[in-house]
Each structure stands twice: as C-alpha cells, then as structure tokens.
C-alpha cells in the first residue's frame, strides 16, 4: 500500500514537488548510510562522476554506486544533480558521487570540481537508444517535464511516425551531440568511456570491476557478483513491476534497432545523428555481422 502511494505520488506531484521529496529522500537515506555502514576503504578521489545521456542504464548505475557495499568500500555518498539547485552545471560536494550528469564534455569540463576526481561516459548505440527511448516515452517513463506530451503524441502515433518523432525529439535536446563530444575528446586520465552493451553482457563483472578500479574502488568478488544480482535487469524489471503499470526497465538486445529502422527511418536518423554510431564504435548499417564487443 504504501509504495503504491509513493509511486501515485511520484507520477502525479508537481515538478517541483518532485523533486523536492527526492532530495529528502536522498539526504535521509545518506544520513542512514553514513551512521549505520562502516567505511572499510576510501576513494583517493573527492568525486566520482557518472555523466550519460538517457537509455544507457543511469537508473541502473545509479542503484549501484548508491548501494552500501560500494559506499563502504569507496566513502562516497551518491548525489543525484537533478535534485539540487543549480542542477548537473552546479559543483558537486566533495565526498560524493554525482550520478546521471546529462552535459556534453565540453560543458562538464566548465563545471567547477572540488578536487581530484575520475569520471566516466556510458555510450550506446545511438540507433538502440533511439528504440529504447520509443518506447520508455510511449509506455512507461514517468511523466515528468514534457513526457506527457511526448506519450499523448507517440500513443497517437503510428509505429514509424512514432520513430520519426523520437529521432526529432533526441537531436533537437542535444543527445546525440553529448555522445559525440565524449567519444571526439581528448584522451584524458580523467574520464574513460564504458559500453552499456559490455556493462550488461556476458562479461559484466570483468567490466564493471574495470569501471569501479577506474573510480578508485575495488570490491571482491564474492561482493561484486552479490551487487550485480542484486541489481540484474530482471529483477529490477520484476520489482517495480505493479498491476496495470509498465516497468521502466526494458533491457533491449544489442542491435535491437533492426527490427525497427526501415530506409526512411535510417535516413532521419543519419540525417539527424550522421555517422555517430561508427565514431562510437558500432557495425554500420551494412556490417550485420559487426561485433561490438572489445
């Protein structure tokens, strides 16, 4: 009962509201972290800052590092930017893991930091992304900013006009040039950039373990494959889904967009994206034997 109150609550407050109680939400439960879990380990960094553009798994990565066994082994609280006044331009307190920064490199390279840091960039292929982000708007992203109307048009919409749109709608907020500016910047010790597609595959530990060794936090194994079951895709699928809502998390299969992209809509999306998922990486179009993998 009471967590469907909290989620009637969450898609049916104003923005402002919103975000307010997640915030409370946020600082009671570091409040809880920091009396009750013993820090064993600590960063050498002062921040940690996870910077993605949406439909690569920030929810996902976000309940990772907001977990006690990473904060025992690292010291650092999660801190959510969205909820903050100044939003992700603003610095983040030092002692914290900034989660889902939604800013090219550019822009994140002129945000102020507290001190040393290690930050990573959660690519995708932006053809995936666009599929992915079809479907969140259509069914079940919580309707919040515009998404309302984003989902009254794409319901209205056929499959395809409902493509179009959502090809429209990703370039004209800049994310395809977020994912481009992170993959055409200068290699830097500071950042690295890590696929969804191998955070999620068959070696998902061997990655993941890379990307906490990046940011200075080195759990065992024993407690990192306790964290990725924790955290699996299908379980978090199964616990936030409640009867008559979809579940938010739809892991889709790499290369998914080919059994949604015909020529017209592979043309609006290289019109709008050009050649951004071979800069990142990715099979083109006509390599459907391409490998994605490292």
């Given at each position: 009962?009471?967590?469907?109150?909290?989620?009637?609550?969450?898609?049916?407050?104003?923005?402002?509201?919103?975000?307010?109680?997640?915030?409370?939400?946020?600082?009671?439960?570091?409040?809880?972290?920091?009396?009750?879990?013993?820090?064993?380990?600590?960063?050498?960094?002062?921040?940690?800052?996870?910077?993605?553009?949406?439909?690569?798994?920030?929810?996902?990565?976000k309940a990772l590092?907001?977990?006690?066994?990473?904060?025992?082994?690292?010291?650092?609280?999660?801190?959510?930017?969205?909820?903050?006044?100044?939003?992700?331009?603003?610095?983040?307190?030092?002692?914290?893991?900034?989660?889902?920064?939604?800013?090219?490199?550019?822009?994140?390279?002129?945000?102020?930091?507290?001190?040393?840091?290690?930050?990573?960039?959660?690519?995708?292929?932006?053809?995936?992304?666009?599929?992915?982000?079809?479907?969140?708007?259509?069914?079940?992203?919580?309707?919040?900013?515009?998404?309302?109307?984003?989902?009254?048009?794409?319901?209205?919409l056929p499959k395809?006009?409902?493509?179009?749109?959502?090809?429209?709608?990703?370039?004209?907020?800049?994310?395809?040039?977020?994912?481009?500016?992170?993959?055409?910047?200068?290699?830097?010790?500071?950042?690295?950039?890590?696929?969804?597609?191998?955070?999620?595959?068959?070696?998902?530990?061997?990655?993941?373990?890379?990307?906490?060794?990046?940011?200075?936090?080195?759990?065992?194994?024993?407690?990192?494959?306790?964290?990725?079951?924790?955290?699996?895709?299908?379980?978090?699928?199964?616990?936030?889904?409640?009867?008559?809502?979809?579940?938010?998390?739809?892991?889709?299969?790499?290369?998914?967009?080919?059994?949604?992209?015909?020529?017209?809509?592979?043309?609006?999306?290289?019109?709008?994206?050009?050649?951004?998922?071979?800069?990142?990486?990715?099979?083109?179009?006509?390599?459907?034997?391409?490998?994605?993998?490292?």
């Amino acid at each position: 009962m009471i967590n469907r109150a909290v989620e009637f609550a969450k898609h049916n407050s104003p923005n402002s509201l919103r975000v307010a109680a997640r915030r409370a939400q946020m600082e009671a439960r570091n409040a809880r972290m920091r009396l009750t879990v013993p820090v064993v380990a600590r960063s050498e960094f002062d921040n940690i800052f996870h910077c993605t553009v949406r439909k690569t798994g920030s929810q996902w990565i976000k309940a990772l590092f907001s977990d006690p066994a990473v904060y025992r082994r690292c010291g650092l609280l999660p801190y959510d930017p969205r909820f903050y006044p100044g939003g992700a331009t603003a610095p983040v307190p030092a002692g914290r893991t900034g989660l889902a920064i939604f800013l090219s490199h550019k822009r994140f390279e002129a945000v102020p930091k507290a001190g040393t840091y290690r930050a990573f960039f959660v690519i995708r292929d932006p053809r995936d992304v666009v599929v992915s982000s079809y479907f969140s708007l259509r069914n079940s992203h919580a309707p919040m900013g515009d998404i309302p109307q984003a989902r009254e048009a794409l319901q209205e919409l056929p499959k395809k006009d409902g493509m179009l749109y959502v090809i429209d709608r990703l370039r004209d907020k800049k994310q395809f040039g977020q994912m481009r500016s992170w993959a055409q910047a200068r290699p830097a010790e500071t950042f690295r950039l890590f696929r969804y597609e191998d955070l999620t595959g068959e070696r998902q530990a061997d990655e993941v373990d890379r990307l906490l060794r990046h940011c200075g936090i080195t759990l065992p194994p024993a407690e990192l494959e306790t964290l990725l079951a924790r955290y699996s895709f299908t379980k978090m699928k199964k616990d936030k889904e409640t009867p008559g809502r979809i579940s938010h998390y739809r892991k889709g299969a790499a290369g998914d967009w080919r059994n949604h992209f015909d020529d017209e809509i592979y043309a609006a999306y290289t019109a709008a994206a050009g050649d951004l998922a071979e800069v990142l990486g990715y099979p083109s179009r006509d390599d459907s034997a391409g490998d994605i993998g490292r």
